[in-house]
């Protein structure tokens, strides 16, 4: 691991700095960093796969998810990656996080790092990955439909009843990620389910995953990731004229404009803003 940190930081010091939100050029991969890429995916595997036979047979969802939140801060130690967490041990609950989206290690890390009530809102894709599918059903993920409207609609309901009864729910509002540096556009759902249940909204930026995974590689780097709670946004109050997607914009474009200043990237969604009023 040492030699490959060396030769991450001698790459980090050589490579031209992009800005704004153009794509980062892509690196050269040396043949140190393909052996270091090799060895991280197998520990990956060879961790999941000794870890989902336990899973299966452990009763209780609580003590699945701190199973799965410790094998994560495990497997990301092991490959280099120094996890740093800022302001999660004061998060409301419950509460709705939203997360910004720039690579594949971002649930692993969100994993790691938030306590075990949350649980996350996937798209249902995921579910039928061999393997990331059962462990994701075994902690509790709740998986929404994106190109059936008739069962995306009957996700976003289930979504809001459980939220109503006051599950904490963790949302990539982007719902992907580009190679292009910046956030994109946000989708509502995770908002609309705050104003429905009036649960707080705590914007949670994650910063390094991007370089330590790329959009568009497969091979992982070690190297810092800083994960950061934001001070919570409170669901709008009802009345002055709007109703519950007036509300819901306004709390979206509150939590962008908080992670935009956070993460100094650039704001890849040119649409229409709203004025956050508390």
């Not at 800083?226 to 519950?244: F, M, N």
Request: with cysteine; hydrophobic share 45%; proline share 8%.
């Amino acid at each position: 691991m040492g030699n490959a940190n060396r030769a991450d930081k001698s790459a980090r010091a050589s490579a031209p700095r992009g800005g704004g939100g153009a794509a980062a050029p892509p690196q050269a991969l040396s043949l140190l960093g393909l052996v270091f890429g090799i060895c991280t995916w197998l520990q990956f595997l060879l961790a999941a796969t000794l870890v989902l036979p336990v899973l299966l047979f452990t009763p209780h969802l609580s003590r699945r998810r701190a199973m799965v939140s410790g094998l994560a801060r495990l497997a990301l130690r092991l490959a280099g990656m120094r996890l740093e967490a800022h302001g999660l041990g004061q998060l409301p609950q419950p509460c709705i996080v939203v997360a910004n989206h720039s690579s594949y290690l971002d649930g692993v890390v969100l994993a790691a790092s938030l306590p075990p009530y949350f649980s996350f809102v996937i798209k249902r894709e995921m579910s039928k990955v061999p393997l990331a599918g059962t462990l994701l059903r075994r902690i509790g993920a709740e998986f929404v439909e994106r190109g059936d409207r008739i069962r995306g609609a009957r996700d976003a309901r289930r979504l809001l009843r459980n939220a109503a009864i006051g599950h904490s729910l963790v949302f990539f509002p982007e719902g992907t990620f580009s190679a292009d540096v910046g956030l994109l556009r946000f989708h509502i759902g995770a908002f609309a389910a705050a104003v429905r249940a009036d649960l707080p909204v705590v914007p949670v930026a994650i910063r390094g995953t991007r370089r330590c995974l790329p959009p568009g590689s497969p091979w992982p780097r070690p190297g810092a990731i800083r994960i950061e709670a934001l001070a919570a946004l409170p669901s709008l109050p009802t009345g002055r004229g709007k109703d519950d997607r007036d509300q819901a914009l306004l709390l979206r474009d509150a939590a962008r404009d908080a992670l935009l200043a956070v993460l100094g990237e650039a704001d890849l969604d040119a649409g229409a803003r709203h004025r956050w009023q508390p």
